[in-house]
């Protein structure tokens, strides 16, 4: 069912394509991130805002899921078992949780090129302002994210394949505690994820009126 409760534009913001962003969502406020062009990954992590030692853990909100792939109605857990986000919308229905960032490491690993950008570099970048670094990134969300599991639990050949998100398809999250968020609009090139061409995202914050 739709909602049509009226909100309050907090933040809104155009994140172009291969770029990080990072901002507090309060609780109580939703997160909407909205795929302009269709087929573009955007990794995600999230904090507690006010002890970011307390994190996404993607174990914890897999298991309680009992899915690889988060739709609407899925809890994000912190490492505390906590509720951090709960998604309240959802146009896309296809939300990867084991793929991990990109890095240059990565890239030279899996695709053999060098010093290319990853999302890895693109998380260093937004959550240094907040006064975290390397031993904060866990293994994140990766938003708008195809990674097909097999039969006996192999991956695809490619792991990474197609998208399936279509231009203007969003994703709302509610916030369960005030959330630092960060996130990457994945520069990657070298695997279909973004359909070859990354492109930009729209980040809003919005605040549902009484």
Known sequence: ???HTKKT??????VPPGLPWSGIVKRGQILRIIDLKGQQAVDFLCYNAQKTEERYNAPNTIKASKTLRLTKG???FTDKARPIFTIVEDTCGIHDTIGGCCSSWSNELLYGVRDTPGCRENFLSALKPHGLGWKDIVPNVNLFCNV???EEGKLADAVFTDGHS???DYID???DMDALCVLSNCPQVNNPCNASKPTAIRVMVLQAEN
């Open 1 to 3: 069912m739709t909602d």
């Open 9 to 14: 534009i907090l933040v809104d913001q155009i």
């Open 74 to 76: 899925h809890i994000l």
């Open 148 to 150: 097909p599991v097999l």
């Open 166 to 168: 279509k231009p203007g």
């Open 173 to 175: 999250l509610l916030a």
